[in-house]
């Protein structure tokens, strides 16, 4: 069966610490995608980066970097140098059509908070 | 500016009731979809639609109703069936490849008097 699971319910830092968040998909699809997404208080939505199983390479955007290991299923995020502006909830999840059909759309993510 | 709008941003609901969210996109996506996210929680779909004059049901989709008479409009009706309103609503839409991510609206959040 096709599961999403970010452990991490709550994270909290200091401001300028590094922080990273854990996502495992397990999927019987060979190749598939994924994505992050950002919540801050306010609430709306915000997609943060797409990457697929065929590409391990790490991504760095600014702060922000992306490490996919395929063999373990772990697409991991991490926020260097956090700052208060940070603080939002991270989902991880696979793409739409594919979760609705499965039955499995978005965990509860991780809330970061990132404290001055 | 393309985008997903959601009215109201804050809406109250009468017991016995049914009210209806709005959700308008110009992004000329196929899917939308609908879900629920309560307080601390994740988000539960509720509907969703791949296609004009079609749509499935998601997770939760008891008391809730939907249409999809135009591509661009996908309205969510709050019936009095559902006993627990109070949620934050948000509509998302996407086109077909499963390589693109969704795009939200601001949301709504429901509030029983």
């Known amino acids: 069966a096709q599961k999403v699971t970010q452990a991490q319910t709550e994270i909290s830092v200091v401001e300028k610490e590094d922080v990273t968040l854990d996502c495992v998909y397990e999927?019987?699809?060979?190749?598939?995608?994924l994505f992050w997404y950002k919540q801050p208080p306010s609430g709306e939505l915000v997609f943060l980066i797409r990457?697929?199983?065929?590409?391990?390479q790490n991504e760095i955007s600014g702060r922000y970097s992306w490490n996919f290991q395929k063999s373990t299923s772990s697409f991991n995020f991490t926020i260097t140098a956090s700052q208060v502006v940070d603080s939002a909830v991270y989902f991880c999840?696979?793409?739409?059509?594919?979760?609705?059909?499965?039955?499995?759309?978005f965990g509860g993510g991780t809330r970061v908070l990132v404290k001055p | 500016d393309g985008g997903i709008t959601q009215s109201p941003k804050y809406l109250f609901r009468k017991e016995g009731q049914n009210v209806t969210l709005s959700c308008e996109q110009n992004?000329?996506?196929?899917?939308m979809y609908w879900y629920r996210q309560d307080p601390g929680q994740g988000l539960r779909l509720i509907y969703y639609?791949?296609?004009?004059?079609?749509?499935q049901k998601g997770d939760i989709a008891e008391g809730y109703s939907v249409s999809r008479e135009k591509k661009e409009s996908f309205p969510l009706t709050v019936t009095s069936a559902q006993k627990n309103p109070t949620a934050f609503y948000l509509c998302?839409?996407?086109?077909?490849?499963?390589?693109?991510?969704?795009?939200f609206g601001d949301g709504t959040r429901l509030s029983i008097l």
């Open positions: 992004l000329n996506h196929d899917a």
């Open positions: 998302a839409s996407s086109i077909p490849p499963a390589s693109q991510p969704q795009h």
């Open positions: 999927t019987r699809d060979t190749t598939y995608y």
């Open positions: 999840a696979p793409p739409p059509i594919v979760a609705a059909g499965n039955k499995l759309t």
């Open positions: 639609s791949q296609i004009v004059n079609d749509f």
């Open positions: 990457r697929n199983s065929f590409d391990e």
